[in-house]
């Protein structure tokens, strides 16, 4: 069984390099974001959310009200403190969400983590694998999309827990739709493409799916208690 540490330390150790790296975009443009404060706050939920959905939700609270609270005792800008904090926000909280969320639905049900790491995974490697060097924009999704049906499938066919054949093709298709809407997402934090963020593009895919996700598991777990 894969070890929930694992997913803790994956997760935070993929969320900080993300929000480090969105910082470091973001400062390159003159924007005054915090770069030590991103990456720890974007390492700390999953850590959180290892203890549960309150504690996640405390770390966000705090999280804010820090950046907010950095922002403003800066010396030197000329920037209102509420846009500063707010770059410093947008870097570390829609990856640190992603990665915190991975780690509540192995919480819940572990064989519903390894089907979103499954999907995830060979989303991106559809794409990768596929899109690189193409001049059509659309191969790469299309073939990350394919990967996601092959995937579901065998998952399904091998049993992997927690989803009945319905259920399974319900969530799948949850997939195909968050998957490449999370990759858009991604793109819209970032001031232009050329940014250095390669550790968002390791993430990115997981942006809306993974918090949608543990919802969605958490609700279907509780159905059956």
Same mark, same amino acid.
């Given at each position: ?6 997913? =803790? ?12 790296? $969105? ?11 915090? /770069? ?43 920037? #209102? ?5 707010? /770059?410093?926000?947008? *870097?570390?909280? &829609? ?8 780690? @509540? ?15 995830? *995974? ?6 990768? @694998? ?10 790469? &999704? ?7 049906? =092959? =995937? ?9 827990? #927690? ?7 319900? /969530? ?5 739709? @968050?998957? #490449? ?8 934090? =970032? &001031? ?12 990115? *895919?997981?942006?809306? $799916?993974? &918090? ?14």
């Amino acid at each position: 069984m894969v070890n929930q540490d694992l997913f =803790v330390a994956g997760g935070g150790g993929a969320a900080a390099l993300a929000a480090g790296q $969105l910082t470091r975009a973001w400062i390159s443009e003159g924007e005054r974001a915090d /770069f030590a404060l991103s990456m720890i706050a974007a390492g700390l939920l999953p850590l959180s959310a290892a203890a549960g959905t309150r504690a996640l939700g405390a770390a966000v609270v705090a999280g804010v009200v820090v950046s907010v609270v950095a922002a403003g005792v800066q010396r030197g800008s000329t920037t #209102p403190p509420i846009r500063d904090a707010g /770059f410093t926000i947008q *870097s570390w909280l &829609p990856v640190g969400m992603a990665s915190a969320a991975m780690v @509540l639905t192995y919480r819940y049900e572990v064989g519903a983590a390894v089907w979103l790491l499954c999907l995830v *995974s060979i989303f991106d490697a559809g794409q990768y @694998l596929t899109g690189a060097g193409s001049a059509r924009l659309w191969e790469g &999704p299309v073939a990350g999309i394919a990967g996601i049906g =092959v =995937v579901a499938f065998t998952l399904t066919v091998i049993g992997v827990p #927690p989803f009945t054949t319905s259920a399974a093709t319900r /969530f799948a298709l949850a997939a195909v739709l @968050l998957i #490449p809407a999370g990759v858009v997402t991604g793109s819209a934090l =970032v &001031p232009h493409q050329d940014a250095n963020t390669g550790g968002l593009h390791r993430i990115d *895919s997981m942006l809306l $799916l993974s &918090p949608i996700w543990a919802w969605a598991i958490g609700r279907y777990v509780a159905s059956f208690a």
